[in-house]
């Protein structure tokens, strides 16, 4: 068996993309930081540079000349650009934590209802209004649908905890709240975007056929989850070495498999990160390896993914604006507006509920993720995965800075949330 490889000018160059994109996002995104905004906004910017907004508008040539210096090099990247999705993904699964607070469960209750059904449920009429010319290449409308109305109500555990960690207001009660809504939201968003690439990719439109496939996803999940509710920590010690090459080897593998049963890709990685914490459990040593592993995909994979996602975006041609703000005033909007009406059967200050209803708009890591699987499967049009990328952007920066300004406001604001505590 003989595999055929890349030429040593055509390694070079991609190796110098590579080199490009990392340095550009690493630098972006150390400047999001200090200016106390979400990294993966910076990283979006620094891929930006690359893209038709800015270098590729003046110098093609040059551009080309390093990210499309011969025919296979987009496909080539796009592996780099696949690796940082899917440990994304599995890193998710693995610090996620469904664990419903009993003395929290009105307000958990109230928030997942107003920031996840009020606002799919008020952005149906919205749908046809921006179908024509957001629509990807299958024009399959029902996935289109599903997308749109996840853009409206998704939300990022990564950006908001990073955000609550810099702020030093982890494990209070309202970041632990806003934590747990997020992840009950994000497993019934990822669930619908695993039907809507199912339906898009099938062309199956049948209310049958999409309702097996939410409860196909559903009952892995919930498999997954008597698993590792049920699964004894495995005592065993194991070399770094091995437990990495383990690691791997069952995330690409059984990525593969259920993308043949028809399971998205993003959601086998998510599946097998909360999986995997079950079995090897998060004790110090163990979170060790994991931290290890996660500071090397946020420094190469994850950042790669993120810069590839900003070249792809063209804000100079093929962009309105206006539809641009439009969308972002609806999807805001509904967030909030579905939030706070919810919140109204809650004894939670004004400033609490507007807080909370502020920060569940922040879209960060998962809207990008939503956009580029929706776009990569035909789901949606360019115009559109630039829409969903830019929303996510700056919700996300509307989020941490409006936290920031209430906590020097108030130190105390997201400590004491209802009246009874104020009083």
């Given at each position: 068996?003989?595999?055929?490889?890349?030429?040593?000018?055509?390694?070079?160059?991609?190796?110098?993309a590579l080199a490009l994109l990392l340095i550009s996002a690493y630098g972006m995104g150390t400047l999001f930081e200090k200016i106390k905004a979400p990294r993966v906004v910076g990283e979006i910017l620094g891929g930006m540079l690359w893209g038709g907004s800015c270098l590729y508008l003046c110098f093609p040539e040059m551009v080309d000349s390093v990210f499309a210096a011969y025919p296979e090099e987009g496909k080539v990247l796009n592996i780099f650009y696949q690796l940082g999705l899917i440990f994304l993904m599995f890193l998710s699964g693995y610090n996620t934590n469904i664990e419903v607070d009993k003395k929290n469960g009105k307000i958990i209750?109230?928030?997942?209802?107003?920031?996840?059904?009020?606002?799919?449920?008020?952005a149906l009429p919205f749908i046809s209004l921006f179908s024509e010319g957001y629509i990807g290449v299958l024009g399959n409308e029902v996935a289109f649908g599903i997308v749109f109305t996840i853009g409206v109500a998704i939300t990022s555990i990564p950006v908001i905890s990073k955000i609550f960690f810099d702020m030093g207001i982890m494990n209070t009660t309202f970041s632990n709240t806003i934590l747990t809504v997020a992840t009950l939201q994000d497993l019934c968003l990822w669930i619908l975007l695993n039907a809507a690439t199912r339906i898009a990719t099938t062309g199956v439109v049948k209310l049958v056929d999409m309702l097996v496939v939410v409860v196909i996803t559903l009952g892995l999940f919930v498999i997954v989850k008597l698993i590792s509710d049920h699964t004894r920590t495995w005592k065993h010690q194991m070399k770094a070495v091995h437990f990495y090459s383990i690691s791997f080897a069952v995330l690409l593998f059984v990525c593969a498999v259920l993308s043949h049963l028809g399971i998205n890709i993003m959601y086998s990685a998510f599946l097998v990160g909360y999986v995997l914490?079950?079995?090897?459990?998060?004790?110090e040593e163990t979170k060790a390896k994991m931290d290890a592993m996660g500071n090397f995909a946020?420094?190469?994979?994850?950042?790669?993914?993120?810069?590839?996602?900003g070249i792809q975006l063209n804000v100079i041609n093929d962009f309105s604006f206006a539809k641009f703000a439009l969308f972002f005033v609806i999807a805001f909007g509904l967030e909030a507006a579905g939030t706070l009406m919810m919140l109204v059967f809650t004894n939670l200050t004004t400033v609490s509920k507007i807080n909370f209803a502020v920060t569940m708009n922040a879209r960060g890591g998962p809207g990008i993720v939503l956009a580029t699987v929706a776009y990569a499967n035909g789901i949606i049009s360019l115009e559109f995965f630039t829409v969903l990328i830019l929303t996510t952007m700056l919700s996300s920066l509307i989020a941490g800075y409006w936290l920031r300004?209430?906590?020097?406001?108030?130190?105390?604001?997201?400590m004491v949330l209802t009246k009874s505590e104020k009083e």
């Open positions: 068996m003989h595999l055929q490889t890349l030429g040593e000018k055509e390694i070079i160059s991609t190796l110098i209750t109230c928030v997942l209802i107003g920031a996840t059904v009020l606002p799919m449920l008020g914490k079950a079995v090897v459990g998060y004790n946020f420094s190469f994979f994850i950042p790669i993914y993120f810069a590839l996602v300004r209430q906590q020097k406001k108030d130190a105390n604001v997201f």
